[in-house]
């Protein structure tokens, strides 16, 4: 089955630092990758996703970009706020389930 | 904007009694889910279903687990004979489609803890 590895597992950055948090995947046959925000006691909820046959896709001050022949995949986070503290979980999906990344909790120092 | 809702919020049950967790997904949703969540842990796959029928479950979802579509707008989740490591955040998820790249909705979950 798919296994996503996910790094760091923490991260801190000075409000209006950018933040980066990388991906991998073990299934190549994974074609759909969202990041999931998640905070304190609250439903994972969807930021951004990426399908195989795109490289790059930005939303506003999120991006993400996927690189098939290495496996992985990342979120990049511009000019960041402190309401961007949360935990984010990357994400590959194949055969009707999402495998979920060990997850990154981001904090943004004021 | 619609979304997946998920009832009870928390859930206290002793070990060895069953529970249901009931989710009514988003109404124009095919596809439907349940992850959990243990405390600090990565979110993981139980189990997804489609047209009445599961259509993939993890090794987690072993034969004390079990999910029901009752009617039209529930979608549930039952464990028997619970265990204390049955402990966790259940989520419901639901999609317009399956394996075919599209958003999977979270609802808040529900929170299960087993004395």
Request: net charge negative; hydrophobic share 35%; glycine share 6%.
């Given at each position: 089955g798919e296994?996503?590895?996910?790094?760091?597992?923490?991260?801190?950055?000075?409000?209006?630092?950018?933040?980066?948090?990388?991906?991998?995947?073990?299934?190549s046959a994974s074609n759909y990758f969202p990041w999931y925000k998640q905070e304190l006691g609250k439903r994972p909820q969807l930021i951004i996703d990426i399908r195989s046959n795109v490289g790059e896709k930005k939303d506003q001050r999120i991006a993400v970009t996927l690189n098939k022949t290495a496996k992985h995949f990342s979120l990049h986070i511009t000019e960041t706020q402190p309401e961007?503290?949360?935990?984010?979980?990357?994400?590959?999906?194949?055969?009707?389930?999402?495998?979920?990344?060990?997850?990154?909790?981001?904090?943004?120092?004021? | 904007e619609p979304e997946v809702t998920q009832t009870p919020s928390h859930q206290v049950t002793q070990m060895g009694q069953e529970v249901i967790l009931r989710c009514v997904p988003i109404s124009n949703h095919?596809?439907?889910?349940?992850?959990?969540?243990?405390?600090?842990?990565?979110?993981?796959?139980?189990?997804?279903?489609?047209?009445?029928?599961?259509s993939e479950k993890s090794e987690i979802f072993d034969d004390q687990f079990s999910v029901e579509r009752p009617d039209g707008s529930n979608f549930t989740l039952k464990i028997r004979s619970t265990k204390l490591e049955d402990?966790?955040?259940?989520?419901?998820a639901s999609s317009v489609m399956g394996q075919g790249n599209q958003p999977q909705h979270f609802g808040d979950g529900t929170r299960l803890s087993i004395l």
């Open positions: 296994n996503v590895e996910q790094h760091p597992s923490t991260l801190s950055v000075q409000e209006g630092d950018s933040a980066v948090i990388k991906c991998t995947y073990s299934d961007d503290s949360a935990v984010y979980f990357c994400a590959g999906e194949n055969d009707y389930k999402l495998s979920f990344g060990a997850g990154t909790t981001v904090t943004v120092r004021a | 095919l596809y439907f889910y349940w992850y959990r969540q243990i405390l600090g842990q990565k979110v993981e796959f139980l189990v997804s279903f489609y047209n009445n029928e599961i402990s966790a955040m259940y989520f419901c």
